[in-house]
């Protein structure tokens, strides 16, 4: 049974810093993306930022040059630095490890960690 475990939540100040890590536990066969996405009260839930086997990023443009995502596939982690934080990237934030279109398929999500920035 795969787990994913997120931490590094919290609150923060407006301009602020904070880094989510996202680790697996039991064993997952070579992910070919990784992923941030979040959910803020009332809203539907966004892609924020993914990560690729042979290393491409995307982030959504409202964390474009902000957040940096990254992630280890040797030890099925991925980690979102986030930097100059705003009270809007307030909300709970998911990680999702997948496998698609190779056998075998696959895509787990976390718990969620919560965020909060305070203007």
């Known amino acids: 049974q795969v787990q994913l475990v997120e931490s590094g939540g919290g609150l923060v100040q407006a301009g602020g810093s904070l880094r989510l890590s996202c680790a697996a536990s039991?064993?997952?066969?070579?992910?070919?993306?990784m992923a941030w996405h979040r959910q803020a009260p009332g809203k539907q839930r966004e892609l924020v930022a993914t990560?690729?086997?042979?290393?491409?990023?995307n982030y959504a443009d409202s964390v474009k040059g902000r957040f940096t995502i990254s992630g280890d596939n040797a030890k099925n982690t991925v980690y979102l630095q986030m930097n100059s934080l705003k009270p809007e990237d307030t909300a709970v934030y998911y990680c999702?490890?997948?496998?698609?279109?190779?056998?075998?398929?696959?895509?787990?999500w976390g718990q969620g960690t919560q965020v909060t920035v305070s203007s």
């Open positions: 999702n490890v997948r496998r698609l279109g190779l056998l075998p398929q696959y895509s787990y």
């Open positions: 039991g064993k997952i066969f070579r992910p070919n993306s």
């Open positions: 990560t690729t086997s042979d290393g491409t990023t």
